[in-house]
């Protein structure tokens, strides 16, 4: 009986959620005033960015809220509506990886020989400037958990929990970074999962000229020039054309890099390898997200040449890749740097048609909007 009133209670709340504005329910408080209406909700980025789409919406900060001109009220509508199902899954998330991080805390302590009656220390309390170090335990869409260490006295692992929206790089679990929090909030990220040093990267370079090894091969010619050669990534290929006097040769369709500039050749090929192992990391990790939405997806990187459009909605937005459904079981990845806008979001119903392997972004629904309004 309980669960029938439950569900009964949660269906009217839906009901309410997707036809009403005015109110405050679901983290967004609507108020009409004179000549328009007034929202106001806790701050977070996400939804910011989401307000930030009603035309001629400008912030009060005096009184700490959003103002909408009355003509504005069916834009506002939609848009607060798209708030409110965000406020949720923020919430469903947010309680998602608390349990997470207690689970892993706990595993962690266990394997660290902390005592069971010691409680894991989490906290998404963030403080400006201090380094938050360490391996991503847990994460989902909007959030992730990092494990800080633990504590010298009692053995208490610590665990901070970090919103996605507010780094300037995403996260996927087994990441080693570092994050540090700026005066605006925003929290920059650091790779440490791979700090090499140079006689390291040296020896690695020896180690492995003649073959290939995480995605590039370096070939040592008869004249003491070095041949280097690599599936296209324009990451990749910018790090290496950032030492001055390398050459693509089209026939063996590799680049060439004077033998005299070996030592920042061993530079570059070490960042290639890392960024190629990130690279690779993401695109299983998207995949993973495509199999998540349909049994059997099958996932591709788009194609680029000149013509090809590419229609359908954005489920995930990484800190290289955008995927993006597309018809039937196929799902479509683009890279962000080839895109010609960086601020794409999930759930945009997208155009993106390339031309010169620069893809040029529509978003259809606004697009739409914008034809309806013109037509009245």
Known sequence: ?????????????????????????????????DKGFEVAFSFDRQLRNIMRQVPNAEFNKDGNAWHVP???????????????TEYKAIERDRESIMELAQESAVGLQFSNGTATSVKPQISAFIEKDKMYGGEIVNANARFA???NGFGKDNGAAFITIHRIADLDKS???GDHVGIKYSDKGIGEVSDRSKVKSMDGMRKEFDATLGRAHEGVTVTGLDNGNFSVAFDFNPALKARLQRISGVEFDK?????VVPGELRENLVRAVSDMREEFVAD?????????????????????????RDGQEHFGKVLEVGERYVLQKGG????????????????????????????????AVVDLDK????????GR
């Open 367 to 374: 697009q739409k909007d914008a034809a309806k309004e013109q």
């Open 171 to 173: 996260l996927l679990k």
């Open 145 to 147: 958990a990092q494990m």
């Open 251 to 255: 026939t063996s369709e590799s680049f």
């Open 70 to 84: 009355q003509s504005g009220e069916e834009a506002l509508t939609k848009t607060v509506a798209a708030m409110r």
């Open 1 to 33: 009986m309980a669960t029938t009133k439950k569900a009964a209670q949660e269906h009217v709340a839906n009901e309410k959620s997707a036809t009403s504005l005015l109110g405050s329910f679901d983290g967004v408080a609507v108020a009409s005033v």
């Open 280 to 304: 690779e990391k993401e695109v299983a990790a998207m995949k993973e997200i495509a199999e998540t939405k349909m049994d059997g997806a099958k996932v591709h990187r788009a194609y680029t």
């Open 328 to 359: 039937m079981d196929q799902f479509k990845l683009h890279r962000r740097d080839s895109l010609d806008t960086k601020t794409i979001e999930k759930g945009q119903n997208l155009s993106i048609k390339y031309n010169k392997g620069v893809g």
